[in-house]
């Protein structure tokens, strides 16, 4: 049973940045696709970037693009979210997912999910 468990978040200024993590410590995820989602209050839930079990296959969404890059570490079980050029608009509690699938999709069909980090981006 996975056990994703995201880390990271916190408050900063328009134009900082953040590393998000999630560890997996209940199995090892090395197949899976791997993503992170968002979900900003009285929004829905949406994709942010995606990433296939060998560290290519890269999604991300067309707001996060140039500013956003995700990463793997198959070896630790680890999936990171670099953020840079924060935008207020950025302000979501962020979502680890896994997939029990080498397929990357962008759409909401992970398998587990983590409990979320808070971001949030002042102006």
Known sequence: QAHLVESGGGSVQAGGSLRLSCVDSGRT???????????????EREFVAAIGWTGGNIHYADSV??????????????????????????????YCA??????????????????????????
């Open 29 to 43: 995820f090395s197949l899976d696709a791997m993503a992170w989602f968002r979900q900003a209050p009285g929004k």
């Open 65 to 94: 693009k140039g500013r956003f890059t995700i990463s793997r570490d198959n070896a630790k079980n680890t999936v990171n979210l670099q953020m840079n050029s924060l935008k207020p608009e950025d302000t979501a509690v962020y």
């Open 98 to 123: 896994a997939r029990e699938n080498v397929v990357v999709v962008t759409t909401p069909d992970y398998d587990y999910w983590g409990q979320g980090t808070q971001v949030t981006v002042s102006a």
